[in-house]
């Protein structure tokens, strides 16, 4: 699912407004932990947790060029981007 990060939470919480319209508080999972850094408007992938639907794990973080790319296609047309 498409989502657009909001506000930093600390540590390894973002919250994030989806594609659905819910705000959900997403977790970077640990592959991602050092390696991309995420700040408040970047366009992710997040896979909702199974047990818990308010809560997430950020799968993909995607860059300027790719953002644009997505909503020239249409793909984010749910977002309040």
């Not at 657009?4 to 989806?18: D, Y």
């Not at 909702?48 to 950020?58: F, N």
Request: charged share 30%; aromatic share 10%; glycine share 8%.
């Amino acid at each position: 699912m498409f989502a657009l990060a909001i506000q930093l939470m600390g540590a390894t919480q973002i919250k994030a407004q989806c594609e659905d319209g819910k705000e959900r508080m997403c977790r970077i999972k640990g592959t991602m932990k050092k390696k991309v850094w995420i700040r408040a408007g970047d366009v992710l992938i997040i896979r909702l947790w199974d047990w818990q639907k308010d809560r997430a794990d950020i799968i993909w973080r995607y860059f300027g060029t790719q953002s644009e790319h997505l909503k020239r296609n249409g793909y984010l047309n749910n977002l309040p981007v």
